[in-house]
């Protein structure tokens, strides 16, 4: 089971706080999850900001930062797509009810528990409170999901963000 529940309060408690930085420093991680397939791997870290992801392949490497930091890092507001040499990034935020929201939840911890190329952290203070990443190999490097989910008294947004490098 890859669903982790954290004692540690959130750092970024809305989407609006989230921006995107990619080849920073990788910060420390609350939980983290390693993929290795010969000469390449990707780390999945939850943040108490929200997420990083460091891929390398053949001694070629990137790393990515979704997160209420992301901007102090030198990134920016989190783009709804950002694509520069062998990296591409986009994000959706929606505003869901209660409703879409939890079966969202549901279908993030079903896939969390049931898969290892799941890592999944809940917050404290509400079971919906998740940040959920996955990755698999591509052809020449890896792609990974997240999802974020910042629930509220009417259900909650939720951020998604599809990323694929090949180097």
């Known amino acids: 089971m890859t669903v982790h529940v954290l004692d540690v309060a959130p750092r970024d408690v ?12 990788v910060p ?4 983290e999850l390693c993929i290795e397939d010969g000469s390449a791997g990707v780390r999945l870290g939850v943040l108490g900001a929200s997420h990083v992801v460091s891929a390398y392949v053949d001694g070629a490497a990137v790393s990515e930062q ?20 062998n990296y591409r990034f986009e994000s959706e935020t929606v505003r869901a009810g209660r409703i879409e929201f939890d079966e969202c939840a549901r279908w993030v911890r079903s896939n969390a528990s049931d898969d290892t190329s799941w890592i999944c952290a809940e917050f404290p203070g509400a079971r919906t409170a998740l940040t959920a990443l996955t990755a698999e190999r591509a052809s020449r490097g890896w792609s990974w999901r997240t999802w974020h989910l910042y629930p509220n008294d009417k259900g909650g ?3 998604t963000t599809r990323s694929r490098w090949e180097p």
């Open 14 to 25: 809305e989407a609006a706080s989230l921006g995107l930085v990619v080849d920073a420093e």
């Open 28 to 31: 420390p991680t609350l939980v």
């Open 66 to 85: 979704v997160s209420c930091d992301a901007i102090g890092f030198g990134g920016r507001a989190l783009p709804a797509e950002e694509s520069f040499g």
């Open 157 to 159: 947004e939720i951020v």
